[in-house]
């Protein structure tokens, strides 16, 4: 544990955190991802947005954490690229299928869920 750049972590959750609020906003994709998760934009559904964007940045930054776990103190740039792309689809979008597919989500949903994943994981890298 002491070998973890907290700095780094971050910075990490940081990123990701701005990556994932400007992916999900009505300037990229929101429209797209109310349309296909079939829910309304003005709805209170998800709680107050205080809440959300606090659990959100916690769970950004214990994501940050355990990556920086997984790759150590100083990992090289192709080891770090391979498990960014195994952490990013071989296991939280496969996951997200799973789930998208006994929630019956639409198959765009999923890969547009996947696809900020794997930006997130970029930025977690």
């Not at 205080?50 to 769970?59: D, E, I």
């Not at 299928?97 to 547009?112: C, E, K, V």
Request: charged share 10%; net charge positive; proline share 5%.
């Amino acid at each position: 544990m002491q070998d973890i750049n907290f700095l780094a972590v971050i910075v990490a959750a940081v990123s990701s955190f701005l990556v994932g609020g400007l992916w999900y906003s009505p300037a990229l994709f929101g429209n797209l991802w109310n349309r296909e998760n079939r829910s309304d934009p003005k709805s209170q559904g998800a709680g107050h947005p205080a809440k959300v964007f606090g659990v959100s940045f916690v769970f950004s930054l214990i994501a940050a954490f355990a990556f920086a776990c997984w790759l150590g103190p100083s990992p090289a740039l192709p080891d770090a690229v391979v498990r960014g792309l195994l952490a990013g689809f071989g296991m939280v979008a496969a996951s997200f299928g799973i789930n998208y597919q006994f929630a019956n989500r639409s198959t765009l949903l999923w890969r547009w869920t996947a696809a900020i994943t794997r930006c997130n994981s970029f930025c977690l890298e």
